[in-house]
């Protein structure tokens, strides 16, 4: 008798146990069935492909049979599966389709069930919903997968306008867990978005392929801070336009406009131009057809580009000067604009004065009688009290500057001759500019003049400068195309118009400037409350000719980076951001920050740093053994930021000072940090505590400190 080796087919891929290792560990678990009677023989059943498809009963394998002896197996498929076969061989290969087999065992005899999976496997797509409307591009697919057996992979691919459907583009999703889950990160194209996706088990069967509709709405909602370039088609009515927040500018006007989005990839823009007097007819309204978030086309043939814009303009231009020159290089023109001072508070309301005498925080720039405008604050009587009504604004002329005492002033007659008197007072508006409306200018051509302009920020690329000399007016288009940090010079190009003084058109031009100018601080630091241990954060904003430097400063004196002796951390003490990490209370005080360039100077208000620091108890309260008649004096230390509060208490009653409710004694300092009870008696004698507090919280001294009589105790009667 021969020994009997267990041959099953291993067709099961999840298993990833070789034929090697099944018959090792079937030699080595001792599965075997000892020595074959006289007259049988052992016998192999095997169930292909594996045993999670089927099942035969009864199953002989293994087992020993006898020669000559009827036999039957019937093989029975799990749910999902179908039996397809028999094969049995032995000298003869012999093959049965019904799953009941029937048979006379003979010598060598094999036996093998056949089952095949017909089960499709199925796929769902878990997120986002179908037809989702999204406003990123990119997106992360989620789905699931659910089969009978095991799934071997999920296929996707994803149409859109930039790429059709092909039978031979599918691509692998990832997965982490046999498939049971799925994912395909995507980038969308825009408008509708068709992902197509299916799943395929091990044994070829293919879910039914699943869809998912996404629609990328790739139009903006909004067009504020942004430039629109035509990239195909500059000669079209719009090639370059900046948007601010609700006004434009192109290379030729300035205006207002209105962009709504209209659909997931459409808008419509329409720009509405209010100078210079040429481009007013010159109104516009476009659909824009958006291929993704930043390209697209309008009018059906202009292809556009949209970018965030990285060269803000300035908002301020007083104290700057401004450097035109033409096209032919025929002509340059200086432009030098005054920067105003601040007004001072002279501390006196007055009632008709005219011409007045302002004083200013500084030297009043220029020394021609310059066209000026001043905030008045503005008190009206009303039932024999003056009260503060809404500020007025007088407009006048320079008659004289810096003639008291040497003082910096500046007298101005208005142009309103009069002010109402008894029922009204004025003062200058202190801490606010002298509104200089003046500029200077020279050119090539050997003239020099002077006369008022106003400059309006309209775009983060451009501005409006409106020159009025005399009843001619100028309108210069600026466009900057340059705020280098390394050239203390921005620049770009221009468009002029010039008209007469009575409206008459004389003319039109066009050149680069370039713009210097001293710093102005637009945004001021604020001040800062932090407790003890905290972040401090101040910050400045301010335009200038680039490189702009900053140092900021502690009461007046220079700040470093660098870690302080009690443990604050100072960083950005150049930078626009000062940064006060670990803050204790040495770090209190006013904080300020020049900033500078060639040009010039500006310290920023002062923002004042306030660390707070919760009441902690440094030395408690000591108790006391006392004679009677005695005065009792308990003392308490403590820190903490702002100002301390105390409150003794007597068994957990709030004290106050004068004569005792419960003895003869007199209470004092119940609400400082030293408090007497004098004289004392044996109603006095219990625990004392006092509670210290601030706006940051509050502590109890602890233990009590108790008031007792010394040894011999009170007197006798």
């Not at 001072?344 to 200013?360: E, S």
């Not at 007072?425 to 006369?451: F, K, R, V």
Request: net charge neutral; charged share 10%; aromatic share 10%.
């Amino acid at each position: 008798m021969s020994g009997v080796t267990l041959i099953i087919m291993n067709c099961l891929r999840g298993l990833k146990i070789s034929a090697a290792i099944f018959s090792s560990l079937f030699l080595v678990t001792g599965l075997s069935f000892g020595v074959t009677p006289p007259g049988t023989t052992s016998v192999t059943v095997q169930i292909v492909p594996g045993l999670n498809y089927g099942s035969v009963s009864p199953n002989y394998n293994g087992q020993s049979l006898t020669n000559g002896k009827a036999y039957t197996m019937t093989a029975k498929a799990k749910a999902g599966f179908t039996f397809t076969g028999w094969s049995i061989t032995a000298t003869n290969s012999i093959t049965y389709t019904n799953s009941k087999a029937k048979l006379t065992f003979t010598n060598g005899m094999t036996f093998t069930a056949y089952f095949v999976d017909k089960q499709k496997p199925t796929l769902k797509i878990a997120t986002p919903p179908s037809s989702n409307a999204l406003t990123n591009d990119t997106i992360s697919i989620l789905g699931t997968t659910r089969d009978n057996d095991a799934v071997t992979k999920v296929y996707w691919q994803l149409v859109n306008q930039d790429s059709s459907y092909s039978p031979t583009g599918w691509s692998s999703a990832f997965t982490g867990n046999n498939w049971n889950n799925w994912w395909v990160d995507l980038k969308l194209a825009g408008n509708t978005n068709t992902l197509l996706a299916y799943a395929v088990d091990r044994s070829g069967n293919c879910s039914p392929t699943n869809k998912l509709r996404m629609t990328w709405s790739a139009a903006p909602v909004s067009l504020s801070g942004m430039t629109l370039t035509v990239t195909n088609d500059p000669t079209t009515a719009i090639s370059f336009v900046s948007f601010g927040s609700s006004t434009f500018s192109d290379e030729t006007g300035v205006g207002t406009y209105i962009y709504k989005k209209t659909g997931p990839v459409a808008g419509r823009l329409s720009l509405k131009y209010t100078a210079p007097p040429a481009a007013k007819p010159n109104n516009l309204t476009v659909p824009l057809l958006f291929t993704d978030a930043t390209d697209g086309t309008f009018s059906n043939t202009n292809n556009f580009s949209l970018a965030t814009d990285t060269n803000p303009a300035p908002t301020i231009v007083a104290g700057a000067d401004i450097f035109l020159s033409d096209a032919n290089d025929t002509n340059g023109t200086l432009l030098n604009f005054l920067s105003p001072p601040q007004v001072l508070d002279n501390g006196n309301l007055f009632m008709v004065v005219n011409p007045l005498v302002v004083w200013l925080s500084a030297p009043y720039p220029g020394n021609i009688p310059d066209r000026v405008s001043l905030s008045f604050t503005h008190l009206t009587l009303v039932n024999g009290v003056w009260t503060a009504v809404t500020p007025r604004t007088y407009t006048g002329t320079v008659i004289a500057t810096g003639f008291v005492a040497d003082t910096n002033t500046v007298t101005i007659a208005f142009d309103n001759p009069t002010f109402v008197s008894k029922t009204e007072e004025y003062a200058p508006a202190t801490g606010s500019s002298l509104n200089i409306l003046t500029y200077y200018y020279t050119n090539s051509l050997a003239t020099s003049g002077t006369g008022t302009f106003t400059y309006t920020n309209y775009s983060p690329a451009g501005s409006l400068l409106q020159l009025n000399q005399g009843g001619t007016n100028f309108y210069y288009v600026l466009t900057f195309t340059n705020l280098s940090s390394t050239s203390n010079a921005d620049s770009g190009s221009y468009y002029a118009e010039t008209y007469g003084p009575g409206g008459q058109f004389q003319g039109s031009n066009f050149g680069s400037f370039g713009i210097v100018a001293p710093p102005v601080i637009t945004g001021q630091p604020s001040l800062q409350t932090v407790t003890n241990g905290g972040t401090a954060n101040f910050s400045v904003v301010a335009t200038g000719s680039q490189p702009l430097t900053y140092q900021w400063q502690l009461n007046g004196t220079n700040l470093t980076d660098l870690t302080n002796i009690w443990g604050s951390i100072v960083s950005g003490s150049t930078t626009t951001n000062l940064t006060i990490s670990n803050a204790a209370t040495n770090d209190n005080g006013n904080y300020t920050v020049i900033v500078a360039n060639d040009f010039g100077s500006a310290t920023s208000s002062a923002a004042a740093l306030s660390v707070t620091l919760a009441p902690a108890i440094t030395t408690q309260p000591q108790s006391l053994a006392l004679t009677n008649g005695a005065t009792a004096r308990f003392r308490v230390t403590a820190s903490g930021v702002p100002t301390l509060t105390y409150q003794w208490q007597f068994n957990g009653t709030n004290l106050v000072d004068g004569p005792s409710i419960w003895s003869s004694a007199t209470i004092f300092g119940s609400l400082t940090a030293n408090l007497a009870i004098s004289p004392i008696s044996t109603n006095d004698l219990g625990n004392y505590q006092v509670i210290i507090s601030n706006s940051h919280g509050s502590v109890t001294s602890t233990p009590p400190a108790s008031l007792t009589f010394s040894t011999g105790g009170p007197p006798g009667p």
